[in-house]
């Protein structure tokens, strides 16, 4: 009976787990089925181009080799007249028209030569067509590839899809093509940068109201400033740089130091995945096996040095020599050039320190009062825009000296030249946009000395002293207002000058022709009245993202939000860059390349750079070091290996020191005596530093707690440098160059072409064998 009930009660229990499965499994069903709906309406990979809407998207599947006119029976030709596409139909016109003599004469060779003595006025492939269309894409498909380029990559409307680089390759060449293959790379991975930057802000943000330095300083109501310039400036109340500290605070948190980590290694994996990225490109493309052909000797070099000749040992051709002294004395006056423009980005920069220093006091003796009680906040904004214009004024001079010293090198070939105008240029730039940020970083507030002995430029102005909250806050300023307007310049000269330009252009042939002649332009006459290429190719687009790059790298411990920056910009920068190729320029000549040149190498000395950079500003412009010096070794925890928020109790305390205000000199002794906090003069007053007070023996000389912190600083600097560094170098280690199923595929296409090859010279040496035992003839020993 107690069995019968146990069966019983298994069987009931048994049906009841499965009537509440079915139910689950019903609801879940229903759920699915909802989601399915709701998966439904959205786009399936929304990212990727429709191919099949987009038809000449498709790429045929098959093996490639250098075209031989030789062995054209063993390549696939379905019409001779589209077997080459545009790109290379145009490069190979243009190789023939360089070559082609169209006078008697040792020098009347080639298309350039009456470019540059105006027989023609310019030389250029044609588009094909127009970009725009009447129909939709969609239904009627594309009218040419520039109308399939503008729709589905220069067209704002596919601003988050992926580029057609096989189609750009087509259009464009192989090098534009790779430039925006690197473009979308690096935009690709900025998105985990500009996260992981978003993420420290956020946490900066949230953490905001448990900061115990920032609450020290805002209810530090009884904590009197010395004056941070002299006479005009007054004392301040400790409390009324709340605002600077909780904003410092949103920059210089605790995930700072990782943050700062995570972009060295980000940029590690950024350069090491372009190249297996770039590899995968160089196979699709056929650029593995392609090498340069001998590049010729440039008109310039060859008409400099013809009477000198030598037996070049490659051709065994005679060619023209520079002697080895003439070409030192060129590099030796190129290099004087080059010191002399940094000199004046030097001056350029002095000149802004001297106005921040007299400006400040300038500021504080101001009717405004909005103005006169931020007085330092309106000398850095003001000063960082000054220092804006005289950033671009320069950049135009730099280009013609560069262009000057370059062409002084009498560089041999085409690429040397190029090689020597791109590493001068971006030395001019970077030292030109840098300069003052690096002022900021590591030398503001550093050498100014202390209240009654301060260091002054030429005996007369006093230097310039960071903000009560610290340095930080004028470095961030610094660079988010040259990166948005930086950015923001040059969208408007890419895009918004050429647009103009062509708008007055077709304003001019509407008000000459009439609108109906207009239209009836031919290709060749609405090409030309389009702008040209940039003389320098490629050199401007890779110019600005390189720059950007060390922007997003460099300092970005001070500014986490620069790769969001940056990711937003590039966004832009794709599309925009697009549009222009596609309709505001004329089309470039195709080229082909195997890579993006000289600016990896740039790329890479960059990463190292923005190591050291970051482990400074880190160490000594950013109060991470001395917060963790007194958690330690001189706040409420010290000894016992904690360092939370509870420790930082009193730090704000512990890192001012006191000044007697009777010891000011005569002109640094400021107006008012500070009656106005307490009600009769005030005797001491706090500043910035780890010093004395003034009635030690030593008065005003160093602490204990100055030389623990300089210490912890200098080992924070080797220990994070040589820390990142074998990171960096352990990810090159791993990280192959090639990908390994590329390299597998590499292989057995070689193995497949070789196998091919074979069986169809076999089959003609069979054919040839028959042919002649038809005729009557035969050949002893032969083979097979």
């Known amino acids: 009976m107690g069995f019968l009930l146990d069966w019983l009660h298994f069987c009931c229990s048994s049906r009841r787990k499965i009537y509440y499965l079915h139910r689950r499994y019903k609801f879940m069903n229903r759920i699915e089925k909802q989601i399915s709906r709701f998966r439904g309406w959205l786009p399936r990979k929304p990212m990727k181009l429709d191919k099949e809407t987009l038809p000449d998207l498709e790429e045929n599947d098959c093996y490639t080799a250098p075209f031989s006119q030789q062995r054209i029976h063993h390549f696939i030709i379905h019409n001779k007249d589209t077997f080459f596409n545009n790109a290379t139909r145009s490069r190979i016109v243009h190789h023939i028209l360089q070559r082609v003599k169209y006078e008697e004469g040792k020098n009347k060779i080639g298309l350039n030569r009456l470019l540059s003595n105006g027989s023609y006025e310019a030389a250029f492939p044609l588009h094909e067509g127009s970009y725009r269309s009447k129909n939709s894409i969609k239904t009627h498909g594309a009218e040419n590839h520039r109308h399939l380029l503008y729709e589905c990559w220069a067209s704002w409307g596919v601003w988050y899809k992926y580029q057609p680089l096989d189609l750009v390759r087509r259009y464009f060449g192989e090098k534009i093509g790779l430039y925006f293959a690197w473009l979308g790379w690096y935009t690709g991975m900025l998105f985990p940068a500009a996260f992981i930057g978003l993420f420290v802000f956020l946490y900066g943000v949230t953490t905001l109201n448990h900061c115990q330095v920032s609450k020290e300083v805002c209810q530090a109501t009884d904590i009197i400033m010395c004056p941070i310039c002299d006479k005009y400036c007054?004392?301040?109340?400790?409390?009324?740089?709340?605002?600077?500290?909780?904003?410092?605070?949103?920059?210089?948190?605790?995930?700072?130091?990782?943050?700062?980590?995570?972009?060295?290694?980000?940029?590690?994996?950024?350069?090491?995945?372009w190249k297996r990225r770039r590899a995968v490109i160089a196979y699709d493309w056929d650029l593995i096996d392609w090498e340069e052909e001998e590049e010729e000797i440039r008109p310039q070099f060859e008409a400099k040095y013809s009477k000198k000749e030598r037996m070049n040992p490659i051709s065994g051709k005679p060619e023209p020599y520079q002697a080895?002294?003439?070409?030192?004395?060129?590099?030796?006056?190129?290099?004087?050039?080059?010191?002399?423009?940094i000199c004046v980005v030097i001056a350029a920069v002095f000149g802004i320190v001297i106005y921040r220093v007299v400006t400040v006091s300038t500021f504080a003796a101001f009717k405004w009062a909005l103005i006169r009680n931020n007085s330092q906040v309106a000398t850095t904004g003001t000063a960082v825009c000054i220092n804006f214009c005289i950033i671009m004024l320069l950049n135009v001079l730099?280009?013609?000296?560069?262009?000057?010293?370059?062409?002084?090198?009498?560089?041999?070939?085409?690429?040397?030249?190029?090689?020597?105008?791109?590493l001068k240029m971006f030395l001019f730039q970077f030292v030109n946009l840098n300069s003052s940020t690096f002022y900021i970083a590591f030398f503001l507030g550093r050498f100014t000395g202390h209240p009654g002995a301060y260091l002054r430029l030429i005996n007369r102005w006093r230097l310039e002293e960071c903000h009560p909250s610290g340095?930080?806050?004028?470095?961030?300023?610094?660079?988010?207002?040259?990166?948005?307007?930086?950015?923001?310049?040059?969208?408007?000269?890419?895009?918004?000058?050429?647009?103009?330009?062509?708008?007055?252009?077709?304003?001019?042939?509407?008000?000459?022709?009439?609108?109906?002649?207009k239209t009836s332009f031919?290709?060749?006459?609405?090409?030309?009245?389009?702008?040209?290429?940039?003389?320098?190719?490629?050199?401007?687009?890779?110019?600005?993202?390189?720059?950007?790059?060390?922007?997003?790298?460099?300092?970005?411990?001070?500014?986490?939000?620069?790769?969001?920056?940056?990711?937003?910009?590039?966004?832009i920068e794709i599309r925009l860059d697009a549009?222009?190729?596609?309709?505001?320029?004329?089309?470039?000549?195709?080229?082909?390349?195997?890579?993006?040149?000289?600016?990896?190498?740039?790329?890479?000395?960059i990463g190292i750079l923005s190591v050291i950079t970051n482990a400074f500003v880190i160490a000594v412009t950013s109060d991470f070091i001395p917060r963790l010096v007194y958690a330690y070794k001189y706040g409420p925890c010290a000894g016992q290996g904690e360092a939370g928020q509870k420790c930082m109790v009193g730090y704000v305390n512990a890192s001012l020191s006191v000044f007697l205000v009777s010891d000011f000199e005569n002109r640094s002794e400021p107006t008012s005596n500070g009656s106005e906090f307490s009600g009769s003069p005030l005797k001491y007053c706090r500043y910035r530093d780890y010093r004395d007070p003034p009635h030690s023996p030593v008065p005003y000389g160093y602490t204990l707690q100055f030389w623990h912190v300089l210490a912890a600083r200098l080992a924070f600097i080797i220990v994070f440098e040589h820390l990142v560094f074998c990171i960096k170098h352990l990810i090159s280690y791993l990280i192959p160059d090639l990908p390994k199923d590329l390299r597998d595929r590499m292989r057995r296409e070689k193995y497949l072409i070789q196998e091919m090859m074979y069986e169809a010279e076999l089959e003609r040496l069979q054919k040839e064998r028959k042919e002649r035992k038809k005729n009557g003839k035969s050949y002893h020993n032969e083979w097979p």
């Open 398 to 422: 730099y280009e013609k000296v560069a262009l000057f010293l370059t062409n002084l090198e009498q560089p041999r070939t085409e690429s040397e030249w190029e090689n020597s105008f791109t």
């Open 522 to 571: 031919p290709q060749w006459e609405k090409d030309y009245n389009l702008q040209p290429m940039n003389a320098y190719g490629l050199f401007d687009e890779y110019l600005e993202m390189i720059l950007q790059f060390g922007f997003t790298t460099i300092f970005v411990a001070a500014f986490p939000l620069a790769p969001l920056l940056a990711l937003l910009n590039n966004i």
């Open 471 to 517: 340095c930080l806050i004028d470095l961030c300023m610094q660079m988010g207002i040259i990166m948005v307007l930086k950015q923001t310049w040059n969208n408007f000269m890419e895009l918004g000058y050429p647009l103009i330009q062509n708008w007055w252009t077709r304003r001019k042939l509407r008000q000459e022709y009439g609108t109906q002649r």
């Open 324 to 341: 080895f002294a003439d070409k030192c004395s060129r590099l030796i006056v190129s290099a004087s050039g080059i010191f002399f423009m």
């Open 579 to 605: 549009y222009k190729f596609v309709t505001q320029w004329r089309r470039p000549l195709a080229s082909r390349a195997k890579d993006i040149g000289i600016w990896y190498g740039i790329l890479e000395g």
């Open 234 to 273: 007054p004392f301040m109340r400790l409390s009324d740089s709340c605002i600077y500290a909780k904003v410092t605070h949103l920059f210089d948190n605790g995930a700072t130091v990782f943050f700062a980590v995570f972009m060295a290694v980000w940029a590690t994996v950024f350069l090491e995945f």
